[in-house]
C-alpha cells in the first residue's frame, strides 16, 4: 500500500508539473485528475505515517512487545499500542 501511494504521489506531480506548462482544454482535466490523485495520496501517506509508534509512545508505556517464539527461540517481536480501557 505505501509503495503505490508514493507512486501515485510521485506521478501525479510529475503530471502537474507537465500540465502547468500546456494551455488546452484537455490538459486542464488532466491536471484536475493529477491534482485530486495528488492530494488523495498525500492524505494517505499522512494517515499511514501517523499511527506509527514513536520513541515517545514507548518511554511513555503507550506500546507493549509481542515475541513469537518457534521452539522456545523467538524468530519475531512486534511493538504494538496498548488497549485504552
Do not use: H
Amino acid at each position: 500500500m505505501e509503495i503505490f501511494l508514493w507512486i501515485t504521489f510521485c506521478l501525479a506531480s510529475v503530471i502537474i508539473v507537465i500540465c502547468l506548462n500546456r494551455d488546452y482544454e484537455k490538459v486542464k482535466l488532466i491536471f484536475a485528475c493529477a491534482y485530486t490523485l495528488f492530494i488523495f495520496s498525500a492524505i494517505g501517506l499522512t494517515i499511514l505515517y501517523s499511527f506509527e509508534p514513536s520513541a515517545m509512545d514507548v518511554y511513555r508505556g503507550k506500546t507493549t512487545l509481542e515475541i513469537t517464539y518457534k521452539d522456545g527461540v523467538a524468530i519475531d517481536s512486534t511493538v504494538v499500542f496498548k488497549q485504552n480501557k
